[in-house]
C-alpha cells in the first residue's frame, strides 16, 4: 500500500474472506467489522469511502429512501451507501483541481449531488503539535453542509502514520467534541486495522496482528458511554452558530463568542460553544461547550439571557466528563426575538438517521 494522502480514503470491504480482529465479535466492533464509524445515536454502521467520485460500494444499514449517492451513480440496491470522502484545506490546488477549498466544496455538491459531506482533517502532530486550520475547514464544511441541506462527517485520527501521532484517549475525545460542536453527524476513524507498510503506519485500534491496542478500547468507550447517548441529543437538532471563546489568538475563519438572547456571557478559559436548534420546537436549544485544551480540565461559567415563564434559571452544578469538559450552563426555553436560521439540514433525508 503506498503512503496515504490526504483524502485518499480505500473502499474498506466486509464479507467473507475479511479478517476478523482477535477477541472482537464482528457484531461488537467498535464501528463496522472493518471500517469504524460511529454515527451518532447508532451502535455502529459500515459504508464505503472513495477518492473520487468513481464510487466503490460495501454494504450498509438501511437509510430513507431518497438519499442520493451522486449524479451517474444509481444505486442499484438499497442496502448500498457509496459515497466520496473529500481532501482537507491542506490539500493543494493540483489535488483539489480548483483554485481554492472553497471552490472545490462548490464544484463537488454541484457536481455529484451528493448525500452528504465527508473530509478528513488530521491535526495532531509528532510529538505534540496543532494544526490550527482544522477549525477553518470545519468552518467552510459546516458553511456548506448548512447551505446545501446536507449532514456532515469526518474522519478524526486514529493511527500513528507519517508526522501524525497517536492520539491519546483525551485528544480521541477532543477531535470528537470539536467535531460534534461544528455540527458533525457521522464520526469515523482513521484507521481500524493498522495498514502496511510499517515503516509508513506504526499503530491504529487494531493492530497488523489482529489483536486490540489500548486505542481500541479507548473509541469503544467513547462510541458507547459518550457518543450513543450525546447522539440522541444532537443527531436531530441543527447547528445554529459555532464560537470560540478566551482565546488570545483565534484561529482563521472561526467566530468569536458574543453574549445573545441565549448565552449573554462566558468567563474563564477557552472553550467552543456549538449551539443548536430544532426547528418544530424553535422554543428549545442545545448547547455543546468543548474544551479547547485536551490536556486539562475547564470550568467555564456562563450566563443564560432570559427567565422561563414558570421561575429563575437553574444552572446545573458543576460537572466534569470523562473528556474534561465541565460547564455551569443551562439554556432555559424561552425563545429570543425572531432570527433567519440556515436551511435545516434535515430538509434531506439523511444516512446517519
Same mark, same amino acid.
Given at each position: 500500500?503506498?503512503? &496515504?494522502?490526504?483524502?485518499?480514503?480505500?473502499?474498506?470491504?466486509?464479507?467473507?474472506?475479511?479478517?476478523?480482529?482477535?477477541?472482537?465479535?464482528?457484531?461488537?466492533?467498535?464501528?463496522?467489522?472493518?471500517?469504524?464509524?460511529?454515527? +451518532?445515536?447508532?451502535?455502529?454502521?459500515?459504508?464505503?469511502?472513495?477518492?473520487?467520485?468513481? +464510487?466503490?460500494?460495501?454494504?450498509?444499514?438501511?437509510?430513507?429512501?431518497?438519499?442520493?449517492?451522486?449524479?451517474?451513480?444509481?444505486?442499484?440496491?438499497?442496502? +448500498?451507501?457509496?459515497?466520496?470522502?473529500?481532501?482537507?484545506?491542506?490539500?493543494?490546488?493540483?489535488?483539489?483541481?480548483?483554485?481554492?477549498?472553497q471552490d472545490y466544496l462548490d464544484r463537488?455538491?454541484?457536481?455529484?449531488?451528493?448525500?452528504?459531506?465527508?473530509?478528513?482533517?488530521?491535526?495532531?502532530?509528532?510529538?505534540?503539535?496543532?494544526?490550527?486550520?482544522?477549525?477553518?475547514?470545519?468552518?467552510?464544511?459546516?458553511?456548506?453542509?448548512?447551505?446545501?441541506?446536507?449532514?456532515?462527517?469526518?474522519?478524526?485520527?486514529?493511527?500513528?502514520?507519517?508526522?501524525?501521532?497517536?492520539?491519546?484517549?483525551?485528544?480521541?475525545?477532543?477531535?470528537?467534541?470539536?467535531?460534534?460542536?461544528?455540527?458533525?453527524?457521522?464520526?469515523?476513524?482513521?484507521?481500524?486495522?493498522?495498514?502496511?507498510?510499517?515503516?509508513?503506519f506504526q499503530q491504529a485500534l487494531i493492530?497488523?496482528?489482529?489483536?486490540?491496542?489500548?486505542?481500541?478500547?479507548?473509541?469503544?468507550?467513547?462510541?458507547?458511554?459518550?457518543?450513543?447517548?450525546?447522539?440522541?441529543?444532537?443527531?436531530?437538532?441543527?447547528?445554529?452558530?459555532?464560537?470560540?471563546?478566551?482565546?488570545?489568538?483565534?484561529?482563521?475563519?472561526?467566530?468569536?463568542?458574543?453574549?445573545?438572547?441565549?448565552?449573554?456571557?462566558?468567563?474563564?478559559?477557552?472553550?467552543?460553544?456549538?449551539?443548536?436548534?430544532?426547528?418544530?420546537?424553535?422554543? &428549545? &436549544?442545545?448547547?455543546?461547550?468543548?474544551?479547547?485544551?485536551?490536556?486539562?480540565?475547564?470550568? +467555564?461559567?456562563a450566563k443564560n439571557s432570559s427567565t422561563?415563564?414558570?421561575?429563575?434559571?437553574?444552572?446545573?452544578?458543576?460537572?466534569?466528563?470523562?473528556?474534561?469538559?465541565?460547564?455551569?450552563?443551562?439554556?432555559?426555553?424561552?425563545?429570543?426575538?425572531?432570527?433567519?436560521?440556515?436551511?435545516?439540514?434535515?430538509?434531506?433525508?439523511?444516512?446517519?438517521?
Amino acid at each position: 500500500m503506498a503512503p &496515504r494522502t490526504p483524502g485518499s480514503h480505500r473502499a474498506w470491504r466486509t464479507g467473507t474472506g475479511h479478517r476478523q480482529a482477535k477477541g472482537v465479535p464482528a457484531n461488537r466492533a467498535i464501528g463496522a467489522a472493518s471500517l469504524a464509524v460511529a454515527i +451518532l445515536g447508532s451502535p455502529g454502521c459500515a459504508a464505503s469511502a472513495a477518492p473520487d467520485p468513481r +464510487l466503490s460500494t460495501r454494504k450498509a444499514p438501511r437509510h430513507p429512501k431518497g438519499t442520493r449517492s451522486g449524479k451517474g451513480h444509481d444505486r442499484a440496491r438499497g442496502d +448500498l451507501l457509496p459515497y466520496v470522502n473529500l481532501f482537507p484545506t491542506y490539500a493543494n490546488a493540483k489535488q483539489l483541481g480548483t483554485p481554492t477549498y472553497q471552490d472545490y466544496l462548490d464544484r463537488y455538491v454541484g457536481d455529484v449531488d451528493p448525500a452528504f459531506l465527508s473530509f478528513d482533517h488530521y491535526a495532531l502532530f509528532k510529538p505534540s503539535g496543532v494544526r490550527d486550520d482544522s477549525f477553518y475547514n470545519w468552518v467552510l464544511v459546516r458553511n456548506k453542509a448548512l447551505q446545501s441541506s446536507l449532514p456532515s462527517w469526518v474522519f478524526i485520527l486514529a493511527c500513528e502514520h507519517l508526522a501524525y501521532r497517536l492520539p491519546t484517549e483525551a485528544e480521541l475525545h477532543w477531535q470528537t467534541n470539536v467535531s460534534l460542536a461544528y455540527g458533525c453527524k457521522g464520526i469515523q476513524y482513521f484507521t481500524y486495522w493498522t495498514p502496511e507498510p510499517p515503516e509508513v503506519f506504526q499503530q491504529a485500534l487494531i493492530s497488523r496482528e489482529g489483536e486490540r491496542t489500548p486505542l481500541y478500547d479507548a473509541a469503544a468507550r467513547i462510541n458507547n458511554d459518550y457518543l450513543r447517548p450525546v447522539g440522541r441529543q444532537l443527531l436531530p437538532p441543527t447547528s445554529e452558530s459555532v464560537t470560540h471563546f478566551g482565546e488570545a489568538t483565534p484561529p482563521m475563519g472561526v467566530e468569536i463568542f458574543h453574549g445573545d438572547s441565549w448565552v449573554s456571557s462566558a468567563s474563564g478559559s477557552a472553550v467552543i460553544l456549538g449551539r443548536f436548534f430544532d426547528r418544530p420546537a424553535q422554543e &428549545r &436549544r442545545w448547547l455543546l461547550v468543548v474544551n479547547r485544551s485536551f490536556g486539562r480540565g475547564r470550568v +467555564l461559567p456562563a450566563k443564560n439571557s432570559s427567565t422561563p415563564a414558570s421561575g429563575p434559571a437553574k444552572p446545573n452544578a458543576p460537572r466534569r466528563s470523562r473528556c474534561g469538559i465541565s460547564t455551569t450552563t443551562t439554556i432555559e426555553p424561552t425563545p429570543p426575538p425572531t432570527t433567519n436560521h440556515p436551511p435545516h439540514a434535515s430538509g434531506r433525508p439523511s444516512p446517519t438517521s
